[in-house]
């Protein structure tokens, strides 16, 4: 694969990590418009999953082929990897803000060792305990450095790396037999289902009869530039890319999600919380670069 090959490929994986961080800065806008977690966490998934079905015609080879004893696997991945996942990551987003939510999100490397430690009986190697040490140092740095972080929204920015991890440790072998747009779509349809009911629809209704241009960026960064076309971009990406390389590039979702907390958002961090950020996003950068990931990113990750 020559370099110009390459090039490109990084480009459409950054353009994805970009796309995806920009979810922060889209839920805290709907949150302050007067929506509740649950239903920003419905808007963005039921959303995605109304201009998925458009794809529908395409995935019918695949449907065909569904084994009914997946279907149990799909259901909890898709529970805890997407829906448990937004609602965790939304969550930590409102109560301690774009930058560091992300930061917590991104302890998903080190929470896929231990998951599959219990559940899959994978050895820890030494590597992967020294990651966990710099990931707790980087949490610690970050609690430290403002003695009025709100700890209800640390415990979800962590939850959200445990979902985010426990997608693929759950569906380990489903993801090496189905394609990432099917794993995409069950997972939005099976989420959607179960956050339907919880979706405070007279806040829906209430914004719409007030929307403004602000709400109207702010949904479509949510659904389309949030979800669908990093989605997109990085699948794509990766044909021109080894999934360890994409790995690295991904790097920029933090970054960004950190740089338009900073510039609309109007948050502060003190510089124990810039390098707490700073060691957390490292471990995700060092799990690949040191050797082989714990789990294949192209796989595991390619989900958001």
Known sequence: MNTQSQWFGALLVIMGAVGWGTLGIASTQLANAGLSNSSVTGLRIVGTFICLLAFLPFL????????????????????????????CYFNAVQHVGPAIAVALLYTAPIWSVVLSFIFLKERITLKSMMLTLVAVSGVACMMLGDNQLNMTGV?????????????????KDIIDHYSPTFLLFSSMMVSALAIFPFIHFQEIESLVSNIDFNIVIACILLIVFGTLLPFALYTYGLKYLKASQASIYTIFEPLTAVILASLFANVQLSNAQIFGVILIISVSLLNVILGKADLNPEKVYSTH
């Open 60 to 87: 019918n080879k695949v449907l065909r082929t569904l084994q009914f004893q997946d279907i149990p696997k799909l259901v909890i991945q898709s529970l805890l990897g997407m829906l448990g996942m937004t609602f």
């Open 155 to 171: 415990l979800f920015g962590l939850a959200s790396g445990i979902c985010y991890a426990a997608y693929g440790v759950i569906g």
